[in-house]
């Protein structure tokens, strides 16, 4: 099993949609949450932090939860831009070492 | 601003070639990584390096090494290219304390011929 696993992509959804992504991990001891945003031919860039109370940065939403080990990632209001892949990122308990998902494709349409 | 460089964006090496895959990071980071990117798998995580000379092997070591003699620079070595050594590489680095961003260098697209 995976350290950490994700919805398989593609998304293709119209724009305006809300669209939602799960990651599940399975070291239950890990301790930092993320989800990165990359662009076709770019590097990854943090999109958020994801907290244990859920947090939220305008129309995206991050929640996780620790019993489940699953953190998601809510989009509303889909945008053209939105378009890009979508990285879960797990820290786990040793050393800071980043887990990656192997990310979810996410394509808006008009 | 916040910088994770890699040697080059794009490298073209024959098989058998000794490689050598450059990443420095000006923030004073602890932790280093070493990734190769491939379609349908995700990040793979190569080496991880959270201190000078500190070295853990990741998911996927095998046919890799790496050096890191100074705390901004660390680098990835293929002792000898091989065609499924193809892919892209991404460095990154990050503190060691908890909750705090990744940032990652351009990549390098390597092909092995």
């Known amino acids: 099993r995976k350290e950490v696993e994700q919805d398989p992509g593609p998304f293709n959804v119209p724009e305006g949609a809300t669209v939602a992504f799960n990651c599940t991990y399975s070291n239950s001891a890990s301790q930092s949450f993320f989800w990165y945003r990359q662009d076709c031919r770019k590097e990854p860039k943090l999109l958020m932090s994801?907290?244990?109370s859920g947090n939220e940065d305008g129309r995206f939403t991050a929640q996780l939860n620790r019993a489940s080990q699953y953190i998601s990632l809510l989009i509303r209001d889909s945008k053209l831009s939105d378009s890009a892949t979508y990285l879960c990122?797990?820290?786990?308990?040793?050393?800071?070492?980043?887990?990656f998902g192997q990310g979810t494709e996410l394509s808006v349409k008009p | 601003d916040v910088k994770v460089t890699q040697s080059s964006r794009y490298l073209v090496k024959r098989t058998g070639e000794k490689v050598f895959l450059e990443c420095v990071q000006d923030?004073?980071?602890?932790?280093m990584f070493w990734y190769r990117q491939d379609p349908g798998l995700g990040l793979r995580l190569i080496y991880f390096?959270?201190?000078?000379?500190?070295?853990e092997k990741g998911d996927i070591p095998e046919g890799y090494s790496v050096s890191r003699e100074k705390k901004e620079r660390f680098s990835l070595i293929l002792e000898s290219a091989s065609t499924n050594q193809t892919s892209m590489y991404l460095c990154a680095s990050s503190a060691m304390i908890q909750n705090t961003e990744a940032f990652f260098g351009q990549g390098t697209r390597l092909t092995v011929v």
């Open positions: 923030m004073d980071h602890e932790n």
């Open positions: 390096s959270y201190d000078v000379k500190m070295k």
């Open positions: 990122v797990v820290i786990a308990n040793q050393g800071g070492k980043l887990i």
């Open positions: 994801v907290y244990s």
